[in-house]
């Protein structure tokens, strides 16, 4: 079974931009879906965007700032998540979750494999 993990998370100033990577410990075949999701303190778990690897297809959630980018790496492996003018409201751990999937789905229970997340905290 394929692991994931997520890294870049860190402290930023508000207005900073920062690129978060989700690793996959192998190759991610057409039949995955591979989506990033985020937890502030004291909030549910929140669906941002997501990319089908059968296609490169991406879906964002209506919530998602449209300051956040998903894309992938050169490699079958790497998931990014570009976020630009972070705002302090940003600050949550964030979490890319897989599935193997045709559909990009918006809801956590859809996933089975789960990174341990990473931590982004924007100052003002």
């Known amino acids: 079974q394929l692991h994931i993990a997520e890294s870049g998370g860190r402290l930023v100033q508000a207005g900073d931009s920062l690129r978060l990577a989700c690793t996959a410990s192998g190759y991610v075949a057409n039949g995955y879906v591979t989506s990033w999701f985020r937890q502030a303190p004291g909030k549910e778990r929140e669906f941002l965007g997501g990319l089908r690897w059968r296609d490169d297809s991406t879906y964002y959630s209506d919530s998602a700032p449209g300051r956040f980018t998903v894309s992938r790496g050169n490699t079958r492996t790497t998931l990014f998540l570009q976020m630009n003018s972070l705002q302090p409201e940003d600050t949550a751990t964030y979490y890319c979750?897989?599935?193997?999937?045709?559909?990009?789905?918006?809801?956590?229970?859809?996933?089975?494999?789960w990174g341990r997340g990473t931590q982004v905290t924007v100052s003002s």
């Open positions: 979750a897989l599935v193997s999937a045709g559909v990009i789905w918006p809801t956590r229970t859809r996933y089975n494999i």
